[in-house]
């Protein structure tokens, strides 16, 4: 048994470590480990693979299930006392569900990809190992449908904002919102915005995706197309309907377009960046579970709520740019999502269950800063709110210095 870094420093120059989280208790777990177990024994036998090791991040319950399941690897594994490892880990590559197997470059510890399960699974002799991501401008080139004619992508997407529509005529709920986004999209266009759409069906038939694409004034990639599975795992989509923004630069705006744009049907907030503060709402409250966040509970406080904006703008601005800066270096920072209690009754609604589930008995105004991944909390009182103690409190949080309290989840 080894820790990460043990097992880095034996790889050598050019070398990749997988990342295996698992656990016994986890049954597509056990369907899977066997399945990588082949691999491994095989793939070692190769020059690539010589220069390639796995080390096993275990989330099981006790030590002793870890030993036994442990005994079924042909690999090393992390020590299981070291929790706060596992859990850094975790939380860096963003391990949502188990398994999860994330290849890491040997000598930077950068991530190569955190879809090794699907690589062994597509590719069980590793011909394309380590299965590097390709960029989106690959993914996507090709013909792309413009009703009946045809067009090449590049043609039609570069320079473009672009959302990518997951849809289906079989699903409800994507029958209801199809109109209502075709009439935001003519609007849009009708304004001069550089803005396009593309259809990505999860249709079950040639002919139900002819009928419901002659509803949509977009593009679509034709069915049966290679490039949906590829569009689909690539914005790692898990329900439908779906709509992923993406700026000119092919970077993701936000996966949440939906939301956002039933909440924008006159499209005025085009092209949608999300801002550096924003009220708590239905379109961005998954972010309260992904990352640590910063929350102003205002508690109906209407002077706080039209406070909110100016307390937070300036440290929520800068912060987020090192953030982004960071991303190039070794020293990454965390996220932060920089947001308040407004007085909408869906952003109270939200609030008020939020200020139950991280415990915060005070029925003043306050600002906490909690991260529900790592169960921790800090709380700043209404009465030491300002600007000062806000930029302190977020360079603590940036140096690790910050004094957290558990949460109790």
């Given at each position: 048994?080894?820790?990460?870094?043990d097992l880095?420093?034996?790889?050598?120059?050019?070398?990749?470590?997988?990342?295996?989280?698992?656990?016994?208790?986890?049954?597509?777990?056990?369907?899977?480990?066997?399945?990588?177990?082949?691999f491994?024994?095989?793939?070692?036998?190769t020059?690539?693979?010589?220069?390639?090791?796995?080390?096993?991040?275990?989330?099981d319950?006790?030590e002793d299930?870890?030993?036994?399941?442990?005994?079924?690897?042909?690999?090393?594994?992390?020590?299981?006392?070291?929790?706060?490892?596992?859990?850094?880990?975790?939380?860096k590559?963003?391990?949502?569900?188990?398994?999860?197997l994330v290849?890491?470059?040997a000598?930077?510890?950068?991530?190569?990809?955190?879809?090794g399960?699907e690589?062994?699974?597509?590719?069980?002799s590793?011909?394309e190992?380590?299965?590097?991501?390709?960029?989106?401008?690959?993914?996507?080139r090709?013909?792309?449908?413009?009703?009946?004619?045809?067009?090449?992508?590049?043609?039609?997407?570069?320079?473009?904002?672009?959302g990518?529509?997951?849809?289906?005529?079989?699903?409800?709920?994507?029958?209801?919102f199809?109109?209502?986004?075709?009439?935001?999209?003519?609007?849009?266009?009708?304004?001069?915005k550089?803005?396009?759409?593309?259809?990505?069906s999860?249709?079950?038939?040639?002919?139900?995706?002819?009928?419901?694409y002659?509803?949509?004034?977009?593009?679509s990639?034709?069915?049966?197309?290679?490039?949906?599975?590829?569009?689909?795992?690539y914005?790692?989509?898990?329900?439908?309907?779906?709509?992923?923004l993406?700026?000119?630069?092919?970077?993701?705006?936000?996966?949440?377009?939906?939301?956002?744009?039933?909440?924008?049907?006159?499209?005025?907030?085009?092209?949608?960046?999300p801002?550096?503060?924003?009220e708590?709402g239905m379109?961005?409250?998954?972010?309260?579970n992904e990352?640590?966040c910063l929350?102003?509970f205002t508690?109906?406080?209407?002077?706080?709520q039209?406070s909110?904006l100016?307390?937070?703008?300036d440290?929520?601005?800068a912060?987020?740019?090192?953030?982004?800066?960071?991303?190039?270096?070794?020293?990454e920072?965390?996220?932060?999502?920089?947001?308040?209690?407004?007085g909408s009754?869906?952003?109270?609604?939200?609030?008020?269950?939020?200020?139950?589930f991280?415990?915060?008995e005070?029925?003043?105004?306050?600002?906490?800063?909690?991260?529900?991944?790592e169960?921790?909390k800090y709380?700043?009182?209404?009465?030491?709110?300002?600007?000062?103690?806000?930029?302190?409190l977020?360079?603590?949080?940036?140096?690790g210095?910050?004094?957290f309290e558990?949460?109790?989840?």
């Open positions: 048994m080894t820790t990460v870094a880095v420093q034996g790889i050598g120059t050019g070398g990749v470590v997988g990342l295996y989280f698992s656990a016994h208790w986890c049954p597509p777990c056990r369907a899977f480990t066997p399945e990588l177990a082949e491994y024994k095989k793939f070692r036998e020059d690539a693979g010589r220069k390639m090791d796995i080390v096993f991040v275990s989330s319950k006790d299930s870890f030993k036994e399941y442990l005994n079924e690897m042909p690999w090393k594994a992390m020590v299981y006392a070291d929790r706060d490892r596992k859990a850094k880990l975790s939380k590559f963003k391990v949502q569900g188990i398994p999860t290849f890491i470059e000598e930077t510890g950068k991530l190569v990809t955190a879809k399960r690589g062994v699974g597509s590719d069980p590793g011909k190992f380590p299965w590097h991501p390709k960029p989106f401008s690959e993914i996507i090709g013909e792309l449908l413009r009703g009946e004619d045809t067009v090449q992508s590049d043609e039609a997407l570069s320079g473009k904002v672009k990518f529509y997951f849809s289906a005529h079989w699903c409800p709920p994507c029958r209801s199809t109109p209502e986004l075709a009439k935001t999209y003519e609007k849009v266009k009708a304004a001069g550089n803005f396009e759409i593309v259809f990505v999860s249709d079950r038939s040639d002919d139900t995706f002819k009928n419901y002659k509803t949509m004034p977009w593009l990639v034709p069915y049966g197309d290679a490039r949906i599975e590829h569009l689909s795992s914005f790692e989509v898990e329900g439908i309907p779906m709509l992923v993406v700026d000119e630069n092919n970077d993701v705006i936000t996966a949440n377009g939906r939301s956002i744009l039933e909440k924008d049907k006159e499209g005025e907030r085009y092209p949608w960046i801002a550096a503060v924003e708590i379109d961005n409250a998954s972010n309260l990352s640590a929350f102003l508690n109906g406080n209407t002077t706080m039209e909110a100016d307390l937070l703008r440290v929520a601005t912060y987020k740019a090192e953030q982004k800066a960071s991303l190039e270096s070794d020293n920072l965390p996220p932060l999502f920089f947001c308040y209690e407004g009754a869906e952003s109270v609604e939200i609030a008020i269950s939020l200020r139950a991280v415990k915060v005070d029925e003043e105004p306050c600002l906490v800063l909690f991260d529900i991944p169960e921790r709380t700043l009182s209404g009465k030491d709110i300002n600007k000062d103690a806000i930029q302190k977020v360079e603590q949080f940036k140096t210095t910050l004094e558990q949460l109790d989840m």
